[in-house]
């Protein structure tokens, strides 16, 4: 990690492990901020819990959505034992997209139950690929293959882009250039193409007036 310490994968580490890695630093630079706004902290010790006691869901999607609400949570995203906490956009099922990839990845093969078939048209939708490349798509088990890897690609790279723009953005607006960090979240909008990504970063902007 010191070698390399903005490319953890070098070190061992999977390209996903890689990315937990490098939004732990990430989470801990922001808690030793002495100026954090106190919901965006919650969000924070939300998602801290949400991995260490193992909450079902995507700890990271669902940390995301808190920050884009400014600390508004609801939904199903649930910890042990204990009624929400922490959620993520009802619209979208991106966990279940992570876990069938995982499995598919490590070398199981893809089902095309209606239940799969399902899911990847739901996924395609949520990360813009269109419903007739699709529909054509999921006939198939090699085409389903990948328009699954696609699904979980755009929705990993879209995190990643979203957030690292956000944080240079926040960085800027909070050394006085809200030009600067309104151009960086401008500049994304115009390249992203997933609704709710969209959604967190016209948040963002909002949030400059």
Same mark, same amino acid.
């Given at each position: 990690?010191?070698?390399?310490? +903005?490319?953890? %994968?070098?070190?061992?580490?999977?390209?996903?492990?890689? %990315? *937990?890695?490098?939004?732990?630093?990430?989470?801990?630079?922001?808690?030793?901020?002495?100026?954090?706004? /106190?919901?965006?902290?919650?969000?924070?010790?939300?998602?801290?819990?949400?991995?260490?006691?193992?909450?079902?869901?995507?700890?990271?999607?669902?940390?995301?959505?808190? !920050?884009?609400?400014?600390? /508004?949570?609801?939904?199903?995203? &649930?910890?042990?034992?204990?009624?929400?906490?922490?959620?993520?956009?009802? $619209?979208? $099922?991106?966990?279940?997209?992570?876990?069938?990839?995982?499995? &598919?990845?490590?070398? *199981?093969?893809?089902?095309?139950?209606?239940?799969?078939? *399902?899911?990847? =048209?739901?996924?395609?939708?949520?990360?813009?690929?269109?419903?007739?490349?699709?529909?054509?798509?999921?006939?198939?088990?090699?085409?389903?293959?990948?328009?699954?890897?696609?699904?979980?690609?755009?929705?990993? /790279?879209?995190? @990643?882009?979203?957030?690292?723009? +956000?944080?240079?953005?926040?960085?800027?607006?909070?050394?006085? $250039? &809200?030009?600067?960090?309104?151009?960086?979240?401008?500049?994304?909008?115009?390249?992203? /193409? @997933?609704?709710?990504?969209? !959604? =967190?970063? !016209? @948040?963002?902007? *909002?949030?400059? $007036?």
């Amino acid at each position: 990690m010191k070698t390399h310490p +903005r490319a953890p %994968e070098r070190c061992g580490a999977t390209k996903q492990e890689a %990315e *937990e890695i490098l939004f732990a630093v990430t989470v801990a630079m922001e808690l030793a901020k002495p100026d954090l706004p /106190e919901w965006k902290r919650a969000c924070i010790n939300n998602y801290v819990r949400c991995k260490e006691e193992a909450w079902s869901g995507s700890c990271y999607d669902c940390f995301r959505h808190c !920050e884009g609400q400014q600390g /508004e949570v609801g939904g199903q995203q &649930v910890p042990p034992q204990e009624e929400g906490t922490l959620s993520m956009a009802e $619209d979208v $099922d991106w966990e279940e997209v992570r876990r069938l990839a995982a499995r &598919v990845e490590a070398g *199981e093969a893809l089902t095309l139950t209606s239940d799969v078939r *399902e899911l990847l =048209l739901r996924a395609a939708r949520q990360v813009a690929i269109p419903d007739a490349d699709a529909l054509v798509a999921v006939n198939d088990v090699a085409t389903a293959t990948t328009l699954l890897r696609e699904a979980r690609a755009r929705i990993r /790279e879209g995190s @990643i882009r979203l957030s690292r723009t +956000r944080l240079r953005a926040d960085d800027l607006a909070r050394n006085g $250039d &809200v030009a600067g960090a309104r151009k960086l979240l401008e500049d994304l909008l115009a390249v992203e /193409e @997933i609704p709710l990504y969209r !959604e =967190l970063a !016209e @948040i963002e902007l *909002e949030g400059l $007036d």
